[in-house]
């Protein structure tokens, strides 16, 4: 499986570069998901450094998975000029750190809440932003969210299909259809057209899935009792990993770990995922 971790993991941590290109190098990981802030922070201070860190990740056998970031697809069409702008300096981020995908959220309201005009305006700026950026070699992807258009499994298929034939990927997020009441499986067999990545990460009960809320996950003073290990939460993550090694699924799973210590966690987590590779695990299967 092509495992990766996401740099958004240690947003309140003290971590250069560097350090989390030799941890994922150490412990087996095939790359890193960039979040957008870090990616700008080392295009602004370490932009001379870049080429050679890339180099340095490259000859380890890793890379930039993902370029993760936001941009306001609600936003008011006179700022239309500006949104353009925005996803231009994505493209050229993508292009710095070598990597041909850019996660984005549809929007930043409830799918339920939306009127035609605004779903119209999103789908229609989904399908523009995802041809500027295959004219550049890069993949717009779209990621199952709360609070946008592509929180539930309807709307997500809904956003999709309104937004074709423009080339878009997904970026599955498991626990965020689960937690509307889609059962994993069944969001992978309905999406999996669309599906370029997955994002991972466990909860111990699903009341407590509000632990993933912006608000929460965002602050140094939030709450991560209940964020859980993939093999200890509500989400039974090994039919899961199951499905997607049947298949052999090529698409980067990006582990999101959001409590305490991500060094020490994710190791763990990507020791219980390297058991799917092994042949002793493909034969108990058979």
Request: proline share 4%; net charge negative.
């Amino acid at each position: 499986m092509n495992i990766v971790l996401c740099s958004i993991s240690f947003r309140h941590q003290l971590v250069s570069f560097p350090d989390l290109i030799d941890f994922a190098g150490r412990t087996g990981f095939s790359g890193i998901e960039l979040w957008g802030v870090h990616g700008r922070s080392l295009l602004r201070d370490r932009r001379r450094e870049l080429p050679g860190l890339l180099e340095d990740m490259e000859a380890r056998g890793l890379g930039v998975s993902m370029i993760s970031d936001y941009v306001d697809l609600l936003a008011p069409e006179d700022q239309t000029a500006l949104l353009l702008r925005r996803w231009d300096n994505l493209l050229d981020m993508a292009h710095a750190f070598r990597t041909r995908k850019i996660r984005i959220f549809a929007g930043n309201r409830a799918s339920a809440a939306a009127t035609q005009r605004e779903w119209t305006l999103c789908a229609d700026r989904v399908s523009r932003l995802a041809r500027i950026a295959a004219e550049r070699g890069v993949q717009l992807v779209i990621e199952t969210h709360p609070h946008t258009y592509a929180d539930t499994l309807d709307s997500t298929l809904r956003l999709l299909r309104d937004a074709a034939p423009s080339p878009i990927g997904l970026n599955l997020d498991f626990l965020h259809l689960w937690e509307t009441g889609t059962a994993p499986i069944e969001a992978y067999r309905q999406l999996r057209t669309w599906i370029v990545n997955y994002h991972v990460k466990n909860v111990a009960a699903l009341e407590q899935a509000g632990l993933f809320e912006s608000g929460n996950v965002f602050s140094p003073s939030g709450k991560r009792d209940g964020m859980a290990a993939l093999a200890r939460g509500a989400i039974d993550y090994a039919a899961v990993f199951d499905q997607l090694h049947q298949d052999a699924t090529p698409h980067p799973i990006a582990i999101e770990w959001f409590g305490e210590d991500p060094f020490a966690l994710l190791e763990q987590e990507r020791r219980w995922l390297a058991h799917w590779g092994r042949p002793e695990r493909a034969a108990a299967q058979a």
